[in-house]
């Protein structure tokens, strides 16, 4: 026999027992950015490696370590996208959407980095965001994370995760406080991993972001980025904090969320569930001011978020929030006899016509009545239409409720609409 192939690891197939959680999800997404005016933007899921380095940074974890990086065929750069916002802000720039103008702008779509696979953490995965462009106030920052917070609340999860915000001032304010955090640093060298170390000298910030416990616990008393905040960032952070709770959307103010990337200015809020173990953050963002002017555009304000769908799907069946639609039909189609079958497609097809939103699944391999309604009964269905020579003659339609215990009954092929009308939902 000839040897299998598999998938590569930390990329996972989305098979039909939970296709249908990931569509509704997917669903309730487009349906709240559209209640907030959002249009959507798809970008190609490659790109030259020069956006993404340019735009996340150098010395990140992500183009340290995660990229997917290849040479095409002529000898160009290339990297599967890592995240999104480069791609929106290369295009909005390529295309003139962004400079002087306000864009509200959402995607959603399949994610590659080179990380070790483990619950929550994969190497294809995907990503839902939103992108606000050419708004500076606290505003529109406050309206990302309300269309976030509207996010919980259509999915049944806002008791389950919590927002933290922190700011993170101007790029001149933050190199004051670089100064500040290096010298804290310094003396604890000892205690920091390789990364850390390393990170101390080239971008100190990140080992605020860091994952490892220890490096944590040494960063106990650390000097605070909201203690070195410029006074414009400092009254944008107060005024969002004040927008905030005006709206009713409780935040704990985290003084290490600095943020995986280097494009953020200003604030950054991440949502984070004690439900899904290390890999708690479900959606992340933030403002990133500089980053169209340093991919080449002229300078224009922006705030966004990106949220893990995996972590979100996730959560949501830890929680059992989410009905797990396995049933695949609703109206099951039989068929008893060669005059029976052409007819039986012609009445499937009749309800398809009729009747909105009908899923009608016809069987297809012959076989007695008892074993059409095996499979009937299996794909969930929750009446069958059991069409022989009788009823192809007379232009007639047999009913057989298979949940409720109700009778089975016959009616004109006419009034097929009205007798299946209570078996949709
Ligand atoms: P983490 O701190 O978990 O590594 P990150 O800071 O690298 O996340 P972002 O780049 O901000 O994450 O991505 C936004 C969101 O995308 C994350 O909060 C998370 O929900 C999701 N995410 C990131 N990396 C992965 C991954 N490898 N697999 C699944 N989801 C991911
Ligand atoms: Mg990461």
Same mark, same amino acid.
């Given at each position: 026999?000839? *040897?299998?192939?598999?998938?590569?690891?930390?990329?996972?197939?989305?098979?039909?027992?939970?296709?249908?959680?990931?569509?509704?999800?997917?669903?309730?997404?487009?349906?709240?950015?559209?209640?907030?005016?959002?249009? $959507?933007?798809?970008?190609?899921?490659?790109?030259?490696?020069?956006?993404?380095?340019?735009?996340?940074? $150098?010395?990140?974890?992500?183009?340290?370590?995660?990229?997917?990086?290849?040479?095409?065929?002529?000898?160009?750069?290339?990297?599967? +996208?890592?995240?999104?916002?480069?791609?929106?802000?290369?295009?909005?720039?390529?295309?003139?959407?962004?400079?002087?103008?306000?864009?509200?702008?959402?995607?959603?779509?399949?994610?590659?980095?080179?990380? %070790?696979?483990?619950?929550?953490?994969? %190497?294809?995965?995907?990503?839902?965001?939103? !992108?606000?462009?050419?708004?500076?106030?606290?505003?529109?920052?406050?309206?990302?994370?309300?269309?976030?917070?509207?996010?919980? *609340?259509?999915?049944?999860?806002?008791?389950?995760?919590?927002?933290?915000?922190?700011?993170?001032?101007?790029?001149?304010?933050?190199?004051?406080?670089?100064?500040?955090?290096?010298?804290?640093?310094?003396? +604890?060298?000892?205690?920091?991993?390789?990364?850390?170390?390393?990170? @101390?000298?080239?971008?100190?910030?990140?080992?605020?972001?860091?994952?490892?416990?220890?490096?944590?616990?040494?960063?106990?008393?650390?000097?605070?980025?909201?203690?070195?905040?410029?006074?414009?960032?400092?009254?944008?952070?107060?005024?969002?904090? !004040?927008?905030?709770?005006?709206?009713?959307?409780?935040?704990?103010?985290?003084? +290490?969320?600095?943020?995986?990337?280097?494009?953020?200015?200003?604030?950054?809020?991440?949502?984070?569930?004690?439900?899904?173990?290390?890999?708690?953050?479900?959606?992340?963002?933030?403002?990133?001011?500089?980053?169209?002017?340093?991919?080449?555009?002229?300078?224009?304000?922006?705030?966004?978020?990106?949220?893990? @769908? !995996? +972590?979100?799907?996730?959560?949501?069946?830890?929680?059992?929030?989410?009905?797990?639609?396995?049933?695949?039909?609703?109206?099951?189609?039989?068929?008893?006899?060669?005059?029976?079958?052409?007819?039986?497609?012609?009445?499937?097809?009749?309800? %398809?016509?009729?009747?909105?939103?009908?899923?009608?699944?016809?069987?297809?391999?012959?076989?007695?009545?008892?074993?059409?309604?095996?499979?009937?009964?299996?794909?969930?269905? %929750?009446?069958? /239409?059991? /069409?022989?020579?009788?009823?192809?003659?007379?232009?007639?339609?047999?009913?057989?409720?298979?949940?409720?215990?109700?009778?089975?009954?016959?009616?004109?092929?006419?009034?097929?609409?009205?007798?299946?009308?209570?078996?949709?939902?």
């Amino acid at each position: 026999m000839a *040897k299998t192939i598999q998938a590569i690891r930390g990329m996972n197939d989305c098979l039909p027992e939970v296709s249908g959680i990931w569509q509704q999800v997917e669903s309730t997404l487009r349906s709240v950015v559209a209640s907030y005016g959002y249009q $959507e933007i798809r970008t190609p899921v490659v790109e030259s490696t020069d956006l993404f380095k340019r735009s996340i940074g $150098e010395v990140t974890d992500i183009v340290e370590k995660e990229m997917y990086t290849f040479e095409d065929r002529n000898g160009d750069s290339l990297t599967l +996208r890592p995240e999104g916002t480069a791609s929106c802000v290369r295009a909005g720039n390529e295309h003139g959407l962004l400079y002087n103008q306000h864009q509200r702008l959402w995607y959603m779509g399949p994610m590659f980095r080179h990380e %070790r696979p483990q619950k929550g953490r994969y %190497r294809q995965f995907h990503q839902f965001g939103v !992108e606000a462009y050419g708004l500076d106030g606290p505003d529109i920052d406050l309206e990302v994370i309300l269309l976030s917070a509207r996010l919980w *609340k259509a999915f049944g999860i806002a008791d389950h995760v919590k927002l933290q915000i922190n700011s993170l001032g101007s790029n001149e304010a933050r190199q004051a406080y670089r100064e500040a955090l290096i010298e804290f640093l310094t003396a +604890r060298a000892d205690q920091l991993d390789e990364d850390s170390r390393r990170r @101390m000298e080239t971008n100190p910030l990140r080992v605020l972001d860091s994952k490892n416990p220890e490096v944590q616990a040494a960063l106990e008393g650390a000097p605070s980025l909201i203690d070195h905040l410029d006074s414009e960032s400092e009254q944008h952070f107060s005024q969002l904090c !004040e927008r905030l709770s005006q709206a009713g959307i409780e935040y704990e103010i985290n003084p +290490r969320l600095v943020r995986g990337l280097d494009y953020y200015n200003r604030t950054v809020f991440e949502w984070v569930t004690d439900s899904l173990g290390s890999q708690g953050t479900v959606c992340a963002g933030g403002r990133y001011d500089g980053l169209v002017e340093q991919l080449g555009g002229k300078s224009t304000p922006a705030v966004g978020f990106a949220m893990g @769908m !995996e +972590r979100l799907v996730l959560l949501l069946t830890t929680l059992n929030a989410e009905e797990q639609g396995t049933s695949s039909a609703d109206i099951f189609v039989t068929a008893l006899g060669e005059d029976a079958a052409s007819y039986a497609v012609t009445v499937a097809e009749q309800v %398809r016509d009729t009747v909105a939103g009908a899923r009608v699944m016809m069987h297809c391999g012959g076989g007695n009545l008892k074993k059409q309604l095996k499979r009937a009964d299996k794909t969930g269905a %929750r009446v069958a /239409l059991l /069409l022989g020579s009788d009823e192809a003659q007379n232009q007639q339609v047999t009913i057989k409720p298979l949940r409720d215990g109700q009778e089975q009954s016959t009616v004109a092929l006419a009034s097929l609409e009205t007798a299946v009308a209570p078996f949709i939902d």
